[in-house]
């Protein structure tokens, strides 16, 4: 099985600033992703980071308000750039590994 | 185009009654589905899966069987313990489709002494 950790855990931040959060894995993994859960809402894609290219992301989402770095098969992060209270949501990082999908704990940001 | 519908929650049950927790779908091409399991303060974890009509996934007491007739992939327990209350996540993958999961809107369940 693949291990996933994320930081931070979770964080409150100010509306127009921007947050990193990083995702880990314990081994080298094929395919990774950026989720988001909104509130009382079911986990939506945000893109699938690449390793060595650019993310693709879903509609909906946008290289300028979330950008995404691979640089290598076990590490990934997502910035929130220029936040409003609407980025309010959990993040979750998720990767594909030993035929079998992922999850990383999350990270609960709050924007206020 | 593709969706997964799951009953709200959260579902409170006494331990040892009977669970079910009820899913469909909607998708155009031909989906495997899941249940995830979020215990409080971890990640999400497969639960079990099915890869086409008429799988039944099994896992830890847990079972669902792919309907396609139905379009429904409805988990059920026999005999649920506390150790069971967690956030419970239905979704689909359709193959070819880059391994992207749609999920539903997740139901807690509450498992009670």
């Known amino acids: 099985s693949a291990v996933i950790s994320q930081k931070p855990s979770r964080d409150i931040c100010q509306r127009g600033t921007s947050l990193t959060i990083q995702c880990q894995v314990d081994?080298?993994?094929?395919?990774m992703f950026w989720y988001r859960q909104q509130p009382g809402q079911s986990l939506t894609l945000i893109a699938t980071?690449?390793?060595?290219?650019?993310?693709?992301?879903e509609s909906g989402f946008v290289i300028d308000k979330f950008p995404i770095s691979r640089p290598n098969l076990t590490f990934s992060t997502l910035t929130v750039s220029n936040m409003s209270p609407e980025d309010s949501s959990i993040y979750l990082c998720?990767?594909?590994?030993?035929?079998?999908?992922?999850f990383g704990p999350g990270t609960r940001l709050t924007v206020t | 185009g593709d969706s997964v519908t799951q009953m709200e929650g959260p579902v409170t049950l006494s331990e040892e009654a009977f669970l079910t927790i009820n899913c469909t779908y909607t998708a155009t091409g031909y989906p495997s589905l899941f249940w995830y399991v979020q215990y409080p303060g971890e990640g999400l974890q497969l639960l079990l899966k099915a890869t086409k009509a008429d799988d039944k996934g099994s896992n830890k007491g847990f079972e669902a069987t792919y309907r396609k007739e139905t379009t429904s992939f409805h988990l059920e327990k026999g005999s649920v313990q506390v150790s069971d209350s967690a956030v419970y996540f239905c979704?689909?993958?359709?193959?070819?489709?880059?391994?992207?999961?749609?999920f539903g809107t997740g139901t807690q369940l509450k498992v009670e002494l």
């Open positions: 998720s990767a594909i590994g030993h035929y079998e999908q992922y």
């Open positions: 979704a689909l993958g359709i193959t070819g489709g880059g391994n992207k999961l749609t």
């Open positions: 980071a690449n390793q060595g290219s650019e993310a693709t992301y």
């Open positions: 081994s080298q993994v094929t395919m």
